[in-house]
C-alpha cells in the first residue's frame, strides 16, 4: 500500500512552492485538462494536449525535499513552463484524479529480474526505474559508464544522451533494451574494476 506520508509530504511541498504562484493565463487553461494522471509514491506523472502535440508532465519530490519538475514541451525541460506549474494546480484541486501507482514490492534480497515474474511487471519495473540509477548501481560495482556503452558497442556519450532524454520525457526505443541490459549486467557482473 502507498505510504500515507509521501502523499502528505508531496501536497505540502506543491503548496508551499506554487502557493505564491498565481498561474497565468497559459498554465490556466492546462489545469484539469491532464489525462492519465498518476502518482507512484511522490511522483506525479500525466499527459496534456499542447500546442506541438501531447506532452508527459512531471513532478517529484526528492529525498532532500526539493521538488523537481519536467515536462516534454520544448522549454520544459527543468520543469519550468506553464504545463509543470498546472500539473501542481490540478493536483492540489483534485487529487483523485490521479491514479494511484503501487510500487511492486521488492522481495528481500531479490534482484530487478528476480522481482520480474512476467513481461508486464518488467515493463513496470524497468519504467520505474530510470536509466540514471541503474548507471550509479553499476558504477558502484566499479563498472563505468564508458565500458558498459562500450561493451553495448556505443559511444559512451550516446548513454548521457539517452538519460538527458528520458528525464525531459523523450524516449528513444532503445532505451527499454538498455536498461534491461543494465540489470543483466547488474545480475551476472561480479564486483570488479572494468577499465574503460
Known amino acids: 500500500m502507498s505510504d500515507p506520508s509521501e502523499l502528505v509530504l508531496l501536497r505540502e511541498a506543491i503548496r508551499t512552492a506554487s502557493g505564491s504562484i498565481k498561474p497565468n493565463k497559459k498554465a490556466a487553461g492546462y489545469i484539469g485538462a491532464f489525462v492519465n494522471a498518476e502518482r507512484r509514491g511522490s511522483k506525479l506523472i500525466a499527459q496534456v494536449e499542447g500546442n506541438h502535440g501531447i506532452y508527459t508532465v512531471s513532478i517529484v519530490l526528492e529525498k532532500d525535499g526539493d521538488l523537481r519538475g519536467a515536462c516534454s514541451c520544448y522549454i520544459g525541460r527543468h520543469g519550468h513552463c506553464h504545463h509543470v506549474l498546472a500539473l501542481a494546480r ?99 557482473a561480479r564486483k570488479r574494476t572494468w577499465k574503460g
Not at 501507482?101 to 511487471?121: H, R, V, Y
Not at 558497442?153 to 538527458?164: E, I, N
Open 90 to 188: 490540478t493536483f492540489l484541486l483534485d487529487e483523485t484524479s490521479f491514479t494511484v501507482i503501487e510500487a511492486s514490492q521488492p522481495k528481500a534480497g531479490a534482484t530487478l529480474m528476480d522481482n520480474a515474474s512476467d513481461f508486464e511487471t518488467l515493463r513496470r519495473t524497468l519504467s520505474d526505474t530510470t536509466l540514471e540509477s541503474l548507471l550509479l548501481q553499476l558504477r558502484e560495482r566499479g563498472i563505468t559508464q564508458k565500458a558498459f556503452a562500450e561493451a553495448l558497442g556505443m559511444k559512451p556519450s550516446m548513454l548521457t544522451v539517452y538519460k538527458s532524454s528520458e528525464a525531459r520525457h523523450h524516449y528513444f526505443s532503445e532505451l527499454g533494451a538498455i536498461k534491461l541490459a543494465c540489470v543483466w549486467m547488474l545480475q551476472h
